[in-house]
């Protein structure tokens, strides 16, 4: 079955500081999406950077930017210039192409906490 | 605000009752997926819909059902509730089933449900 883990259970940065949240994932297809998820205190899931599997150029939004690396099955994610209100918890997930649908895998999340 | 509107945000039931969470996916989106996350946890894939039909099962106890009308709202019924059920319900929607490009899944706010 398809995985996705993140090994840093939690992280904390300074203000204004860069800080990179770690994703690897285990699969065997060519064609997959990646994404990475913030959760806020709200519980709301949104939507930070998503990452097409066949596209060698690595997503970047604003302050977020990712470092994909398909051979080695790494999808980091990095955050410059934090600010207060990225304290969160952040998860990476996968689309699971062997089943034919859009289901994400979720890993268990890292909790980042972003200090003034 | 995803498009994705789930009721209710809380509730509160004991063990042993039966409950319906209801979710209303954005506008054109045909494929609506149930997924939980128990305290600190990732999320769980629980079931996908799509245009009425379940397309995708994952680890959903045989205690929930869910079904998709015909106007496409889905529900999520839990029955026979245990402790272990609490935990945050989130339904997110994507416009395709499981194939194309189009993989952007957008999850509702939730609803917290808490058994005791």
């Known amino acids: 079955a398809q995985t996705v883990t993140q090994s840093q259970p939690e992280m904390s940065v300074q203000e204004a500081e860069t800080v990179t949240l770690s994703c690897t994932y285990d699969?065997?297809?060519?064609?997959?999406?990646l994404f990475w998820y913030k959760q806020p205190p709200s519980r709301q899931m949104i939507l930070v950077i998503r990452?097409?599997?066949?596209?060698?150029q690595n997503a970047t939004e604003n302050r977020f930017s990712v470092n994909f690396q398909k051979a080695a099955k790494s999808f980091s994610l990095k955050i410059s210039d934090s600010q207060l209100g990225d304290t969160a918890m952040y998860f990476c997930?996968?689309?699971?192409?062997?089943?034919?649908?859009?289901?994400?895998?979720f890993g268990t999340g890292t909790r980042l906490k972003v200090l003034a | 605000d995803s498009g994705v509107t789930q009721t209710p945000k809380h509730l509160i039931t004991a063990t042993g009752q039966r409950v319906t969470l209801r979710c209303s996916p954005r506008?054109?989106?045909?494929?609506v997926y149930w997924y939980q996350q128990s305290l600190d946890q990732g999320l769980q894939f629980l079931i996908q819909?799509?245009?009425?039909?379940?397309?995708a099962k994952g680890n959903i106890l045989e205690r929930f059902s869910a079904q998709q009308f015909p106007d496409l709202h889905s529900e999520l019924n839990l029955s026979s509730l245990e402790l272990g059920d609490s935990a945050l319900y989130f339904c997110?929607?994507?416009?395709?089933?499981?194939?194309?490009?189009?993989?952007?899944?957008?999850f509702g706010q939730g609803t917290r449900l808490t058994v005791v």
């Open positions: 506008s054109g989106d045909l494929s």
């Open positions: 997930a996968s689309t699971d192409p062997t089943s034919g649908t859009y289901k994400y895998i």
């Open positions: 699969t065997s297809e060519s064609n997959y999406y």
């Open positions: 819909y799509y245009n009425g039909e379940e397309r």
């Open positions: 997110a929607s994507s416009v395709g089933a499981g194939q194309g490009a189009n993989t952007e899944a957008f």
């Open positions: 990452q097409e599997a066949y596209k060698q």
